[in-house]
């Protein structure tokens, strides 16, 4: 099974699985190939679900800016990474776009020639590229960027030792500006709809929901509610929109017990499961 599809039924074997937990009958594709993928019974309710995982490789973006911030750190590490932990500082720099691989060594020069002069808390302004940015910071200080796609290089102090992958253990972290990507989304919406009214050919009582795993909860959700929601067909529910950020989107007028069915989609694990 190619890796995306792979990721894919381990998704929808989560979702079945938290349904399982609360004592639902679950069944895998009820209705076969092009229809939803999950049938969720009990003795109060009958739902199908489909369940669409967002592909990374979809978003070209993603791809450029991995490539980015691969480069910035590994031309900023070798010179920095030790003057950093000495003094028990991080930094953080932020781009809103990406840039070519001609664009890095005027980015480390600057970085390298005027970092030590900055002031701890204080944003600089990153002349050699439009719109970014850089700062020094404590090392336990929180995020001074919080939001956007985030990568690090993480501090080790003694090799074997579990290291926890978190901003503070991080003395270099490169952010982007992030957006997802809405026509892969529109897409996964548009083929989530036509398999649940597929059900509808075998089913008539067909009604279900989706759960839909996406990047950047905020700025998806938004995006589903104005540009997407009101396109679902007349069988759904609503959507269960799991990211940093989940939220449940439900059809106006539904029912709070209908949507607490829904929501055990995004019900964390415990500890013990």
Not at 197 to 202: F, H, K
Not at 222 to 245: E, K, M, Q, W
């Amino acid at each position: 099974m190619p890796s995306h599809e792979a990721l894919d039924t381990c998704l929808a074997l989560q979702i079945a699985g938290r349904y399982a937990r609360e004592g639902v009958s679950v069944r895998f594709e009820p209705n076969g190939r092009g229809c939803s993928d999950l049938l969720i019974e009990s003795d109060n309710y009958r739902f199908y679900v489909e369940v669409k995982r967002e592909n990374e490789q979809e978003h070209n973006r993603f791809m450029s800016i991995q490539r980015c911030s691969d480069e910035i750190l590994g031309a900023l590490e070798p010179q920095m990474r030790a003057w950093l932990e000495e003094r028990d500082l991080r930094l953080e720099v932020k781009f809103s776009r990406s840039f070519s691989s001609g664009s890095v060594v005027a980015i480390k020069n600057e970085i390298v020639r005027q970092f030590p002069f900055c002031k701890v808390g204080k944003e600089c302004v990153l002349s050699a590229m439009r719109g970014a940015s850089y700062v020094l910071l404590q090392r336990q200080a929180p995020p001074f960027y919080p939001k956007g796609f985030h990568k690090g290089i993480v501090r080790i102090k003694q090799p074997g030792t579990p290291v926890q992958v978190s901003p503070e253990n991080m003395p270099l972290l490169v952010i982007f500006d992030w957006t997802p990507n809405l026509r892969a989304l529109k897409g996964r919406i548009q083929k989530a709809s036509r398999q649940l009214m597929n059900d509808t050919a075998r089913d008539a009582r067909a009604a279900g929901f989706f759960v839909m795993q996406v990047s950047h909860g905020e700025a998806a959700k938004d995006a589903i509610i104005t540009r997407y929601f009101s396109s679902l067909p007349p069988n759904c529910l609503g959507i269960v929109h799991l990211s940093d950020l989940s939220f449940l989107i439900p059809i106006s007028g539904l029912s709070p017990e209908i949507a607490g069915i829904m929501a055990v989609a995004a019900k964390p694990y415990t500890s013990q499961e």
